[in-house]
T-cell receptor, first 116, second 113 residues
Framework: AQSVTQPDIHITVSEGASLELRCNYS??????LFWYVQSPGQGLQLLLK??????LVQGIKGFEAEFKRSQSSFNLRKPSVHWSDAAEYFC??????????????FGKGTHLIIQP | NAGVTQTPKFQVLKTGQSMTLQCAQD?????MYWYRQDPGMGLRLIYY???????DKGEVPNGYNVSRLNKREFSLRLESAAPSQTSVYFC????????????FGDGTRLSIL
């Protein structure tokens, strides 16, 4: 069965500093990978996705992520964080069969705190 | 421009009561999903419906039933609610045939006393 590990439960970053959120996955084949963001009391918003092709993917709000097959990682990065980036971030892997999605497996999330 | 709509947004139940959570999407998506979110656990898949007329168990199906009423609607039923089912429930949908990512509703916050 596939699994996703987000090693950092909480991360605190100063506003304007760079950010990297770690994600490692376990899956027998090339995975479909996602990063979602959740603000308090809200649903999940897709930041970016990787299906195939270029291993560096760009997303919304200035985020990017890099797929590294050799390290089974899909880390999320942002060069300069803003106070509005404070939220919960989830990495997820998609189990696709027959060309379709049978649901996502999520990591437990990383809570991002932005210091002024 | 509604996307995925869940009702109700909040609910308090007593142990043993039954309840149905409703979900509807207006994006003409084939696949729909129900997840639960618990503190420190991320989201876990309860059931999914790959297409109209089919449903399958996810990681944590016990205590739940689902109905794919039509292409738009996918409901989740708790027949006899238990305190362990206190959670935030999210419905999601995706266009399975195009490998599109899932779009999520805003959640239903359910407390069982």
């Amino acid at each position: 069965a596939q699994s996703v590990t987000q090693p950092d439960i909480h991360i605190t970053v100063s506003e304007g500093a760079s950010l990297e959120l770690r994600c490692n996955y376990s899956y027998g084949a090339t995975p479909y990978l996602f990063w979602y963001v959740q603000s308090p009391g809200q649903g999940l918003q897709l930041l970016l996705k990787y299906f195939s092709g270029d291993t560096l993917v760009q997303g919304i709000k200035g985020f990017e992520a890099e797929f590294k097959r050799s390290q089974s990682s899909f880390n999320l990065r942002k060069p300069s964080v803003h106070w509005s980036d404070a939220a919960e971030y989830f990495c997820a892997v998609g189990l696709y069969s027959g060309g379709g999605a049978d649901g996502l497996t999520f990591g437990k999330g990383t809570h991002l705190i932005i210091q002024p | 421009n509604a996307g995925v709509t869940q009702t109700p947004k909040f609910q308090v139940l007593k142990t043993g009561q039954s309840m149905t959570l409703q979900c509807a999407q207006d994006m003409n998506h084939n696949s729909m999903y129900w997840y639960r979110q618990d503190p420190g656990m991320g989201l876990r898949l309860i059931y999914y419906s790959a297409s109209e007329g089919t449903t399958d168990k996810g990681e944590v199906p016990n205590g739940y039933n689902v109905s794919r009423l039509n292409k738009r609607e996918f409901s989740l039923r708790l027949e006899s609610a238990a305190p362990s089912q206190t959670s935030v429930y999210f419905c999601a949908s995706s266009d399975r045939t195009d490998n599109q990512p899932q779009h999520f509703g805003d959640g239903t916050r359910l407390s069982i006393l």
